[in-house]
């Protein structure tokens, strides 16, 4: 016998690969170019320069018993005091060295922030609609997911209802923003709201909420302010990772940082190293360290997601095509024409225009787009989209 748990989870891949997947082997039937596949959110712009640059340059010039050795469980003790150094520099904040913990991206910190704090009975709130990873995450601790819908006009947390559905289980909120799949960014009024609640809530149950602020996407805003969580709520633990910002998600580099004010901060971190020993991480990738202080603060070009997003709103406002605004992130969360969003995934895999279902989200009626792929393809897809929006009579310039 196996794991039950485990054996369900590795026979039922996520809705997202499951559409990547068949968008492979479509392209190997019928050529790449016929393909338009908005499935995941893999960056399609290249790393800066100065990531090669900088990895070329280690290889060079270091000893490579070191480059390729085991780091501390933490992570190398330059590279977290220069991830320290970078966010009190960009954030006027105070965090040290020694709660930065250096991770295998953000899956890879959230995991490891979850097991560093659930015990039996915990619940954590899940603010839908949301990466579905993160029912997984908080399932696989033993903890019980609570689901608590944003507001849907806006797609920003609704305080209210996260105040009706904290308890006395309650152990942590997950909040994303900029939001996969929304592109919604929580401002900083939002924020303090949610800090206010949760003091409240802290004071009646006599224990700490803590807030994971899962933060993949924190550069890549299109003019919006996106503020640093832990300025505005004392009990945050931030999950980062570079793989969306530096266009580096198969090389598995991120942190968390147990933030400043966090309540029982430094157990916290000594959980969070406990938590990654116990999952078997040992160290982040070091050659991957090593290369982080060099880069911190550059992006992959934003401009460029820009054009993509500007690109993907023409066709689908002149297809009439309602859609969340996007602030940020690299999602437009489209509401399905059909009222079964599977129907309408459906009916675009038969123009080979691919995006996933938003149930699985939490956003049943929408379906999520990745637009970080190439611009060419965005652009290719229209008469695709022309001809869906036709099958379902909207009412854009393109069907007048
Ligand atoms: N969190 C969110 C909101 C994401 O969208 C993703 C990946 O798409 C992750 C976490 C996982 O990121 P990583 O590849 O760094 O583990």
């Not at 520099?89 to 040290?96: A, C, H, I, K, L």
């Not at 689901?147 to 909120?173: F, G, L, S, Y």
């Not at 206010?196 to 899962?214: A, F």
Request: with cysteine; proline share 5%; net charge negative.
């Amino acid at each position: 016998m196996v794991s039950k748990k485990n054996l369900e989870l590795g026979l039922k891949s996520s809705v997202i690969r499951e559409v990547f997947e068949y968008g492979k082997k479509r392209k190997a039937e019928i050529g790449e170019e016929n393909v338009f596949d908005f499935s995941l959110g893999n960056p399609n712009i290249p790393a800066p320069k100065i990531v090669n640059d900088t990895l070329k340059k280690l290889i060079q010039d270091s000893d490579p018993t070191e480059l390729h050795g085991y780091s501390s469980g933490p992570g190398d003790i330059e590279v977290r005091k220069a991830v320290a150094s970078y966010l009190n520099e960009r954030y006027s904040v105070n965090e040290s060295y020694s709660r930065i913990y250096m991770t295998c991206g953000a899956a890879a910190s959230l995991t490891i922030t979850l097991n560093a704090l659930v015990e039996e009975g915990d619940e954590i709130i899940l603010l839908a609609p949301f990466f579905p990873e993160y029912r997984v995450f908080v399932e696989h601790t033993g903890a019980k997911p609570i689901v608590v819908r944003c507001d849907w006009d806006t797609m920003q947390p609704d305080v209210t209802k996260i105040r009706d559905a904290i308890n006395e289980h309650t152990k942590a909120i997950i909040i994303n923003s900029p939001n996969n799949p929304t592109g919604a960014i929580y401002p900083s009024m939002v924020l303090a709201e949610l800090s206010s609640v949760l003091s409240e809530k802290e004071v009646r149950y006599s224990h700490p909420i803590y807030v994971i602020s899962d933060e993949p996407y924190r550069e890549l805003s299109y003019g919006y302010p996106v503020p640093y969580t832990a300025k505005f709520i004392k009990n945050t633990i931030s999950c980062y990772s570079f793989s969306k910002s530096l266009s580096l998600p198969g090389e598995r580099i991120g942190y968390i940082c147990v933030c400043e004010r966090c309540e029982d901060g430094d157990n916290i971190f000594a959980a969070v190293c406990g938590a990654g020993r116990a999952l078997g991480y040992v160290c982040a990738p070091v050659l991957f360290q090593k290369m982080i202080p060099s880069v911190l603060g550059y992006t992959s070009s934003i401009d460029e997601y820009e054009k993509n997003m500007l690109e993907i709103k023409r066709i689908l406002d002149e297809c009439g095509f309602t859609y969340i605004e996007p602030q940020g992130a690299f999602y437009i969360f489209i509401k399905s024409p059909a009222s079964n969003a599977q129907e309408f995934c459906e009916a675009a895999k038969q123009l080979d225009l691919l995006f996933v279902r938003g149930d699985e989200f939490g956003g049943a009626g929408y379906v999520r787009i990745a637009y970080c792929v190439s611009n060419k393809m965005i652009r290719n897809s229209e008469k695709a989209w022309i001809q869906l929006a036709k099958k379902y009579n909207l009412k854009g310039n393109c069907n007048e």
